[in-house]
């Protein structure tokens, strides 16, 4: 994982190549097959799409199944990648930790001006949340999609009931992918999140947004950074709330840049050093 | 009058081209029934038999088929529901009696062909109804799979699911389906701005299939112009029939392949010129091509994903973890 702390620049590495690959693979195939799937429904010629300059195509079902198997191509293969990549190399940073509803809860009320949000890790609590949501329509969309494409090709006259189901789960959790998709756009769209928004397009955030919000996880890498690998507690990446809570907003940014390397210190032990990877590429 | 005696002379040009097999083969070949419910089966529609019962007001293979049919199609609702922002309703419940095309009511019709053979004009009588095709697109992209393809071959739209939003019309290379506005689910649901109704069209008499009876069509054939059996036993009197007559066949590649085979001893491209395509009158053009068959190989691709997704995730971690391994390896001839 490319995770490191560019001081001098300001930024924090937030997101690999691979991982900005994969998230822009996911979502422009995405959009392709929400677009195409709704072309797949008999809209093109009631609502008038076709006479839209460039959407000519939209009520020719036959060309919006091609388009929307390239993208069910791309998005199967992303998402299985996904999985299997981050699954084997155990980077669990997305995955939802225990208490998250109440933190996630706390988020949005720190929104609206009620209490302040909690110190985060490298992802927001409602960000894992939503991201189990989202593997999860992807997933079902993605089987129903194969049980649909293999009767296309193989079997128009398969069993009617594993069709049915195949046909309503895609429809059902088709629209689950608007609304999350729609909730993700929502959640861009509040001032807190911007400065997260960069790095998705350029894998790098801002340092001091970082230190402010994500405190956990700039505690995670200063900790790896400014602690002797061989001395890394088996818990390093899981540094409390309590460690952590005494105003870390206060660091100064003459502070904050002191402690921050660009060349990551490592041992000799293996395990620890397998343990230091793993902690970072959360 | 004059038409019907021409159709008479006709017929009997026809039977000398064809050496007189057509009347021999339809002797010899029992109208029983050869349907068997989850068996692939299929229909033979030969032509050089059917004489599209001009003597009766309406053939009885019509006839047969309306009487089995037309109730099954619910009352339509009084004010159909404008749909928005397109405001076509069809509404054919005012118009059961037609059938001279495809209707909601109607699912199978006879179309004349005056066909120019040899010099003489003779007439040709074919009923038109769905092809039941072996990969139907009309069953595979309906959305809602309302639409499906059973074992035995015959594609059937389940009406309680249609919406009638005339996708499998607009797919089917022939236009089969008929949509009846004002029936159906849609009412339920959003009826101004989803579906527009229920599409129509012959079954197969998949019911009576299920009963071991025979579907309607073939069963009150007077001339034994239509018959169904098993898949192969159909294919190979149909082979067996165009080669008596030194004929022709329709819909055995057509669309990708069909369940309903069409035997004539006059060429489908002549047949084809007499049929213009109109709303409920399908044309007839040979080696007509299923579209959806450019996409399989797209669709291939997509089953293989998985696959994919895997390979490059196996790839790209086990060039990470040799990376790692080489970097740690570094680490520690650096430390001594």
């Given at each position: 994982m490319a995770e490191k702390i560019l001081a001098e620049k300001n930024l924090v590495?937030?997101?690999?190549?691979?991982?900005?690959?994969?998230?822009w693979a996911i979502a422009i195939s995405g959009l392709i097959l929400l677009l195409t799937g709704i072309f797949e429904l008999p809209v093109g010629k009631r609502y008038y799409i076709i006479t839209l300059p460039g959407l000519g195509w939209s009520a020719d079902y036959i060309t919006s199944l091609y388009l929307h198997y390239a993208a069910a191509l791309v998005f199967t293969a992303a998402g299985i990648f996904h999985l299997v990549y981050h699954g084997v190399l155990g980077e669990k940073g997305?995955?939802?930790?225990?208490?998250?509803?109440?933190?996630?809860?706390?988020?949005?009320?720190?929104?609206?001006?009620?209490g302040k949000e909690p110190p985060m890790h490298k992802y927001l609590p409602e960000q894992r949340l939503a991201y189990v949501g989202m593997a999860f329509i992807i997933l079902m969309l993605v089987l129903s999609g194969l049980v649909k494409t293999y009767k296309n090709i193989y079997a128009p006259d398969m069993?009617?009931?594993v069709l049915l189901w195949a046909t309503w789960i895609h429809n059902s959790f088709f629209v689950l992918f608007f609304l999350a998709f729609l909730a993700h756009m929502a959640a861009?769209?509040?001032?807190?999140?911007?400065?997260?928004?960069?790095?998705?397009?350029?894998?790098?955030?801002?340092?001091?947004?970082a230190r402010h919000r994500h405190t956990l996880w700039l505690a995670d890498i200063e900790k790896i950074v400014a602690v002797p690998a061989v001395t890394v507690p088996a818990t390093a990446s899981s540094a409390t709330e309590a460690e952590l809570m005494p105003e870390p907003q206060t660091l100064t940014e003459e502070e904050s840049l002191s402690v921050v390397k660009e060349v990551p210190v490592e041992t000799n032990d293996e395990a620890a050093n397998q343990k230091i990877t793993s902690d970072r590429s959360e | 009058m004059e038409e019907h005696k021409l159709s008479h002379i006709s017929r009997r040009s026809f039977l000398k081209i064809s050496a007189g097999t057509a009347l021999l083969t339809a002797v010899s070949l029992p109208k029983t029934s050869l349907a068997r419910t989850g068996e692939k089966l299929s229909t033979l529609i030969d032509l050089s038999l059917c004489d599209g019962c001009v003597d009766r007001e309406m053939p009885a293979c019509v006839s047969a088929c309306k009487t089995i049919h037309n109730d099954k199609v619910p009352q339509v609702i009084e004010n159909i529901p404008e749909p928005w922002p397109r405001k076509t309703?069809?509404?054919?419940?005012?118009?059961?009696?037609?059938?001279?095309?495809?209707?909601?009511?109607?699912?199978?019709y006879i179309h004349k062909a005056v066909i120019n053979v040899k010099g003489q004009h003779t007439a040709l009588y074919i009923p038109r109804r769905c092809m039941h095709c072996d990969n139907p697109a009309c069953a595979t992209i309906c959305p809602f799979s309302a639409n499906h393809k059973n074992k035995n071959g015959a594609v059937v739209i389940d009406q309680d699911l249609c919406f009638g939003g005339a996708k499998c019309k607009d797919v089917c290379p022939w236009e089969i389906p008929q949509r009846q506005s004002g029936v159906g689910i849609y009412l339920h649901v959003l009826p101004g701005l989803m579906g527009n109704g229920v599409m129509y069209k012959c079954d197969l008499c998949n019911d009576r299939l299920s009963q071991g009876k025979l579907p309607g069509c073939i069963e009150e054939c007077p001339r034994q112009a239509m018959l169904i059996g098993p898949r192969k036993d159909i294919e190979?009197?149909?082979?067996?029939?165009?080669?008596?007559?030194?004929?022709?066949?329709?819909?055995?590649?057509?669309?990708?392949?069909?369940?309903?085979?069409y035997v004539s001893p006059v060429s489908f491209e002549l047949i084809g010129k007499t049929m213009?395509?109109?709303?409920?009158?399908?044309?007839?053009?040979?080696?007509?091509?299923?579209?959806?068959?450019?996409?399989?190989?797209?669709?291939?691709?997509?089953?293989?994903?998985?696959?994919?997704?895997?390979?490059?995730?196996?790839?790209?971690?086990?060039?990470?973890?040799?990376?790692?391994?080489?970097?740690?390896?570094?680490?520690?001839?650096?430390?001594?």
């Open positions: 590495v937030r997101h690999s190549a691979i991982e900005l690959i994969e998230h997305m995955i939802p930790q225990k208490g998250d509803v109440v933190k996630s809860i706390a988020v949005m009320k720190s929104f609206i001006g009620i069993s009617y009931t861009i769209a509040l001032r807190p999140n911007w400065p997260m928004v960069r790095g998705i397009f350029t894998g790098r955030v801002r340092l001091d947004y | 309703i069809e509404d054919w419940s005012k118009k059961k009696d037609v059938f001279n095309r495809l209707t909601p009511y109607n699912f199978i190979a009197r149909a082979e067996e029939r165009a080669r008596q007559m030194n004929g022709y066949i329709y819909g055995k590649k057509e669309n990708g392949g069909t369940s309903t085979l213009t395509k109109q709303p409920g009158q399908p044309d007839m053009q040979p080696d007509v091509k299923r579209r959806m068959a450019d996409t399989d190989p797209l669709g291939k691709a997509v089953l293989a994903a998985p696959a994919l997704g895997l390979a490059a995730a196996g790839t790209a971690g086990a060039l990470k973890w040799f990376s790692r391994r080489k970097e740690l390896t570094n680490r520690v001839k650096d430390n001594g």
